[in-house]
């Protein structure tokens, strides 16, 4: 069997390493003034410098050589054409088809041309988003829609949010957008305060329509509804939802024609192209939504014909790889340069840790080598007066990707020019260090830290849509290097099954748990049980501490 490490060009990196391990990335520009125009790549409006890597021409070549010997070309043609390569739920991965406004056909692996469908979802995208927009859609009492409030989490909560935070310049002007995650009830709460419920429309936003924190907070928002406003013939002109699972939707009291239906192909982390980005399309119109579809399938054609050496999502893929596998970092930052970004951290983080978060190969079997890494990050400047110390005299070795767009909000260039020069002079920084004199003294940087820098012509809705289709093939590739399965998300599952087990009983025996969350229980009993205690000593001293 086939086994990564011990392939050529593995060990032939891992050599590479111990050779270039204590290479300054600034000798490499010296040796190359070129370097710059060589390790930097258009595409449509995305602009991406990747020569302040501690990659030499030899490294970068040696790991392209890595991605023309993976099963990228299969497995990119598989994915793209409806085969069955979410293997462990038996399902297709399509959701490029989803932004594909192309007049081609996909395929399901059963056969059927999922356009058709795709386009009817499109349809009734654009009739609501036009009508809430317009007026036309009214509440109860007649009123227009003023707020709109999102009830989902993970990939049904991350995606629009970080989109509708990005695109905010663009919104509606008289439409508000709120969105509730958090099982925690001060979130549904602080999001209720203040809004009128005869003029706020809820989304309920939930691949599988079971997920617990959604469910519970769409029966609080549906009981705020009723005990403020209407009664249950109203929950129709109030209470929509984006969902497969339609049963349940119309049993919670959705009308049919307010299902927005997606399908069981779309990964919840890569569903924002579905009626999941149905507040998106409410909040910059039907025509900015397809934008940014538009924006996601231009780098899907660049992802499907550029040569590896030009692929802007390749690329990006080893230099992670070469970084996690060969260098051993552990972490990877995202500080985009722009506030408007601020939920993009969050939004890569589900992309690329419930993706690549991964121990076992497509086969079931443990892997011997890292894979994804642990995703974080925080907007620039703020990370400079956070985190920055850390990553210039710290221990630990983080890549980073900065990102920013090259156009200023009209009245704040000044704004820009300084974030924009903050950006560069921190890249910079963490290449060159600071080392004074033939030591390094307590006051200088040791430098070598690598970063890429995006650039955004303008933060568009075309270019988000852009930059969202790059990182979801970045996670791809990588994913195909590893041989693992990076669209499903069993761990998850188990966590989901323990809380229920635990909440079913919170009154009796729970002896089966460990001894902490045994003795934890015994606390939270006291609060919310019926507080009979059993005979353990725990429950005694949790009671009298
Ligand atoms: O985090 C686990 C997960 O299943 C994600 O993959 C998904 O985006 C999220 O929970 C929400 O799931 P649903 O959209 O079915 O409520």
Known sequence: MFQLTRSVTWQALQRLYRETENDRIRDYFAADPKRFEKMSLRVGGLFLDYSKHQISDTVLAKLL??????????????????????????????????????????????GKDVMPEIHRSWE???????????????????????????????????????????????????????FVSNVDGTHIQKVLKGLD???????????????????LNARTARRWFLENAGDDADIGAHFVAASTNRKAATEFG??????????????????????IGLPIALAIGFDGFMDMLRGAHEMDRHFLEAPNAENMPV?????????????????????????????????????????NGKSVDIFGHPVNYKTGPIV???????????????????????PIDFIASLKPEPGFEE???????????????????????????????????????????????????ALIALYEHKVFVQGVIWNINSFDQWGVELGKRIAGEISE?????VTDFDPSTQGLLHLLRDRFGDGEADDTSTAESSRNP
Not at 202 to 208: A, G, L, R, Y
Not at 505 to 509: A, F, L, M, P, S
Request: aromatic fraction near 10%; include cysteine.
């Open 197 to 215: 419920p005869a003029t706020t429309l809820f989304i309920v936003s939930t691949k599988t329509f079971s997920t617990q924190e959604t469910l």
């Open 315 to 355: 690329l990006m893929a080893l230099i992670g790889i070469w970084y996690i596998n060969f260098v051993g970092a552990e972490t990877h930052a995202i500080v985009p340069y722009d506030q408007a970004l601020n939920q993009l951290p969050s939004f890569l983080q589900q992309l690329d840790m419930e993706s």
């Open 124 to 178: 009734q995208i654009h009739r609501f988003s036009d009508a809430v927009r317009n007026g036309e859609w009214t509440g109860h009492s007649g009123q227009r829609i003023r707020d709109v409030v999102n009830i989902g989490i993970g990939g049904s909560d991350l995606g629009p949010n970080m989109a509708c935070r990005a695109l905010l310049n663009q919104r509606h002007p008289e439409l508000n957008f709120h």
């Open 376 to 398: 974080w990050g925080q907007t620039g400047s703020n990370g400079q007066h956070a985190f920055f110390q850390l990553l210039h005299q710290g221990t630990r070795y983080v």
């Open 65 to 110: 050589e890595l991605a023309d010997h993976s099963a990228l070309v299969q497995r990119r043609a598989q994915m793209f054409s409806g085969d069955i390569i979410n293997v462990t739920e038996d399902r297709p991965v399509l959701h490029t088809a989803l932004r594909n406004v192309s007049d081609q056909p996909v395929y399901h692996a059963d």
């Open 505 to 509: 009983r919170i009154d009796t025996n």
């Open 254 to 275: 959705i009308r049919e024609e307010n299902i927005f239906e997606f399908w069981a192909w779309v990964g919840g982390r890569y569903s924002m192209w579905s009626s």
């Open 415 to 465: 704004h820009h020019f300084a974030l924009l020069t903050n950006m560069l002079a921190q890249a910079n920084a963490f290449m060159e260090g600071s080392q004074t004199g033939s030591r390094l003294d307590p006051y200088s940087c040791p430098g070598n830290r690598p970063s890429s820098t995006l650039l955004l012509d303008e933060l568009t809705p075309r270019n988000l849509g």
